[in-house]
């Protein structure tokens, strides 16, 4: 699924790439630190570098999130429910790539990017518990919290997709008013 392309003028300009020579001191390190974990830096980083915080607060989150209980298809589950329903490009392409390196099912994948019924249950009830938090605010009505814990999650787990929530609602609504471009490494899964 390609989002549109912007019709009307963008903000991107406000915000040109950065680099590490280039960042505020407080970014570098972080900048350097994405260039050497991804192999390139991604304009969605160097735009954010602009706000050191936000880009450190940026990266502490994620690596908080991947630390969770949740296993690395359940939290991708999140992050693309959340970049398409957000409407992220860059973060639909980022992780549609990390879900293809996880090995998931086209079908699966597919789903996620068109805001489809996913076809296998407990990642179903991952997708439906993201869609209850946001249109709620975080007042789950109680059956929606039931039927997600009723695939083997925890309210633990609950609160983990929140800190996910958190951390990639902060991205896409950064990376959406940076206007960051779809990196070339990208490009196939846009």
């Not at 602009?50 to 359940?74: C, I, M, R, Y």
Request: hydrophobic share 45%; proline share 10%.
């Amino acid at each position: 699924m390609s989002l549109p392309a912007p019709t009307t003028p963008t903000t991107g300009a406000h915000f040109p790439d950065l680099t590490p020579d280039t960042a505020p001191p407080a970014a570098r390190r972080q900048l350097d630190q994405v260039t050497r974990h991804l192999g390139y830096l991604p304009s969605a980083a160097a735009r954010l570098a602009h706000a050191p915080q936000l880009l450190d607060g940026f990266l502490k989150l994620t690596a908080l999130f991947d630390s969770t209980e949740l296993d690395p298809l359940v939290r991708e589950t999140v992050v693309l429910t959340l970049a398409t329903r957000n409407g992220c490009h860059v973060c639909v392409a980022m992780h549609t790539a990390a879900l293809a390196r996880l090995a998931a099912a086209p079908e699966l994948i597919t789903a996620l990017r068109t805001q489809q019924p996913l076809p296998d249950a407990r990642l179903e009830a991952v997708r439906a518990f993201v869609h209850a938090v946001l249109d709620h605010t975080g007042a789950v009505p109680e059956p929606d919290l039931a039927a997600f814990l009723a695939h083997g999650f925890t309210p633990r787990n609950a609160l983990d997709i929140v800190l996910g929530i958190g951390a990639y609602t902060l991205s896409t609504f950064a990376n959406r008013l940076t206007d960051a471009p779809l990196d070339p490494q990208l490009a196939p899964y846009a």
